[in-house]
């Protein structure tokens, strides 16, 4: 009887365990449904943000080049040109980000951080600065 007892606990044990189990795959099932549901709601807003501000219109005028020691400006400024060619908002994100990326690319840079600022109060709203700033690896 003491035998039976104790087969009786341990398979008692054992459902315990599996519901235990089933409870927290469903808790996990929720919370990756609920991180779905962010996210898609995080890319509706970019997409609505992206949408309404992509035909303001939009150019840099000025670019600054800080922090560049041995690397030749003109080999920055030939590959900034597609940044002096966009008239609008969002082909000027397009192409701010793939000058970061070509930058970053180069390899011979430690950080490279881009600035867009709308320059002084008086001028222009449409009229944007590019601040490049970059750290070059040590020799």
Do not use: W
């Not at 929720?30 to 970019?46: G, P, Q, V």
């Not at 600054?64 to 400006?73: E, F, S, V």
């Not at 908002?89 to 011979?108: A, E, I, M, P, T």
């Amino acid at each position: 009887m003491d035998r039976t007892r104790r087969k009786a606990e341990s398979l008692q044990e054992v459902k315990d365990e599996l519901e235990a189990r089933e409870a927290r795959k469903a808790g996990q099932r929720r919370k990756l449904r609920a991180k779905k549901a962010r996210r898609a709601r995080l890319a509706n807003r970019r997409q609505t943000f992206k949408n309404s501000v992509s035909d303001l219109s939009a150019c840099v005028v000025r670019v600054h080049l800080d922090g560049l020691i041995r690397t030749n400006p003109n080999l920055i400024l030939s590959i900034i040109q597609p940044v002096f060619a966009a008239t609008n908002y969002g082909q000027l994100v397009d192409s701010v980000k793939n000058f970061h990326k070509d930058l970053r690319g180069l390899g011979c840079f430690e950080r490279v951080d881009l600035v867009l600022d709308s320059g002084d109060d008086q001028g222009n709203r449409q009229d944007l600065e590019l601040i490049v700033s970059v750290r070059e690896y040590p020799r």
